[in-house]
């Protein structure tokens, strides 16, 4: 320090570096060792958008550990083998919650184990065909089993309540061919899972009139505003040849015609509809379109938070692509 004094140009030097290496982030407190810091309430819950195969009746996952900027989150026991598949169309299942440091976070990870369940059976992430046969999900490649989801910033104010909500999004997260089933590569699994803060998300829930009309299932998607291509979205993206992949959530239509659209960030949307690929047409690739009109412009639906949006559909013309 007395060359530093002594040499004024590395006095200088000194006062731009110190202040660097005090400031470097390395994310929020999340377990304060001060007795006196101040604290708020940390909760995760976890959530699903569906899987359009029949041939799928549950998905189990196990969670072992949930990391926020990089540290243990000690409010999750795990490990806990879940039924994703279950949690659809609003339901959600709270994996617990703690007292953390007041601070803002940027970072999550889930940390899965594809080998064992709760109780130590294997395999422990895996689906379930009808007629109960299971189906093995193997993790693609070299990808760990540390999954860093896309979240945002958020932040938990002393004294008060933030809960995460995990949308894993089956339909992105699992690859379907010839018969058999595995996670989808790295890259894709993290786009499959999103998370946000569940005060700041609304639902939109809707009815199609004339749904009897059509035979078999559809699906109902959500896209940012301006954010649907045709043409790219109903043909395969990516490694996994992920179909809709852009979109944000989906939900399956129920035989009454009804949906619901859970959990989605305050904003304007775009809803699309389509029928989802059938034994007979799988060998071609083929996904419907359908038509839709509303009384509503179906390209800009607003959402906002702690609210519900309703809307009205009616099937026009089913357009092939």
């Known amino acids: 320090m007395k060359n530093l004094f002594k040499n004024p140009k590395l006095f200088l030097i000194g006062l731009f570096i110190f202040p660097m ?37 549950a998905a189990f996952v196990t969670i072992t550990e949930i990391k926020v900027d990089g540290k243990v989150y000690e409010g999750f026991k795990g490990p806990k083998t879940i039924d994703i598949l279950s949690l659809q169309n609003g339901n959600s299942l709270q994996l617990g ?16 184990d594809t ?10 992430c895996y689906i379930v065909k009808a007629g109960g046969v299971k189906d093995k999900l193997e993790l693609a ?8 989801l896309n979240a945002k910033n958020f932040v938990v104010e002393s004294e008060g309540k ?4 995990m949308d894993f999004d089956l339909r992105k997260a699992i690859k379907h061919k010839n ?18 803060n569940k005060q700041a998300t609304g639902t939109i829930t809707g009815n199609i009139s004339n749904f009897s009309a059509l035979s078999g299932q559809a699906v109902v998607y959500a896209y940012k505003k301006g954010s649907f291509n045709k043409e790219v979205e109903a043909k395969g993206q990516g490694a996994s040849e992920i179909k809709f992949s852009n979109a944000v959530t989906s939900a ?26 059938s034994e007979t047409n799988a060998n071609l690739n083929l996904n419907l379109v359908l038509d839709i009109e509303s009384a509503i ?9 702690n609210t519900q949006t309703s809307v009205s559909l009616k099937l026009k013309t089913i357009l092939g692509l």
């Open 21 to 57: 290496i005090s400031c470097e982030d390395n994310g929020g407190d999340l377990n304060p060792s001060d007795p006196d810091a101040k604290k708020g309430t940390l909760a995760f819950s976890i959530t699903d958008a569906p899987v359009d195969n029949a041939d799928v009746s």
């Open 297 to 305: 412009d179906l390209k800009s639906v607003a959402v906002k938070s």
């Open 252 to 277: 399956k239509v129920d035989g009454g015609g009804n949906f619901k659209l859970s959990f989605l960030e305050a904003g304007e949307y775009e809803i699309q509809v389509a029928k989802p690929e």
């Open 162 to 165: 933030t809960e995460i909500i």
């Open 115 to 124: 080998e064992t369940d709760q109780n130590g059976a294997s395999p422990g």
């Open 97 to 112: 919650e703690a007292m953390v440091g007041a601070d803002s976070y940027s970072k999550i990870a889930l940390v899965i």
């Open 179 to 196: 018969n058999d089933y595995a996670f989808v590569t790295a890259g894709e699994l993290k786009s499959a899972i999103r998370a946000g």
């Open 141 to 148: 490649g070299n990808a760990k089993n540390e999954i860093e």
